[in-house]
């Protein structure tokens, strides 16, 4: 708030003061939230929640039928095309995927699990992460398809 003086008198004699609020400051600090809002918001929807992997994984092509699951309860494991293992957006080594394999077995037993392999993987990686889930007492497994 800027207080200032008229530079002429006023009527009695004495000088005027005038009050005068300058919205500027404000109006650049409401933008710049604004702009963070925005910046966060995408990253967090980028970022994916409830399962989502977050990261593009080009599925091959399949049947257009669905399978459909009556379990109440899923676990998507990425596989990328470079070899690597995605669960829940992060890239977990064969030993963390055991655990969080058992986890989700402790969780819930009719756990399903889905495998999102990139076209590229091999086959034998595939097979590796469902031996995987065999393993942990998990049984119902799906392979996730593009439809063609």
Same mark, same amino acid.
């Given at each position: ?29 409401? #933008? &710049? ?9 995408? %990253? !967090? /929807? $980028? @970022?994916?929640? *409830?399962?989502?992997? =977050? ?45 969080? #394999? &058992? ?9 399903? %699990? !889905? /495998? $999102? @392999?990139?076209? *590229?993987?091999?086959? =034998? ?24």
């Amino acid at each position: 708030m800027a207080i200032g003086k008229l530079p002429e008198e006023d009527a009695s004699g004495g000088e005027g003061v005038f009050a005068e609020i300058n919205i500027t400051p404000l109006t650049d600090i409401f #933008l &710049v939230l604004l702009i963070i809002f925005m910046v966060t918001s995408s %990253v !967090i /929807v $980028q @970022a994916g929640t *409830g399962g989502q992997t =977050g990261v593009h994984v080009t599925l091959p092509k399949g049947s257009k039928n669905d399978v459909r699951t009556t379990a109440p309860s899923s676990l998507a494991i990425a596989i990328l095309a470079d070899g690597r293992t995605v669960v829940g957006g992060t890239v977990v080594t064969p030993e963390e995927l055991k655990e969080r #394999l &058992v986890a989700a077995r402790a969780h819930d037993a009719d756990t399903t %699990v !889905i /495998v $999102q @392999a990139d076209a *590229g993987v091999a086959h =034998g990686k595939v097979v590796e992460v469902m031996e995987a889930a065999r393993a942990a007492g998990l049984d119902r497994l799906a392979i996730a398809t593009q439809a063609p």
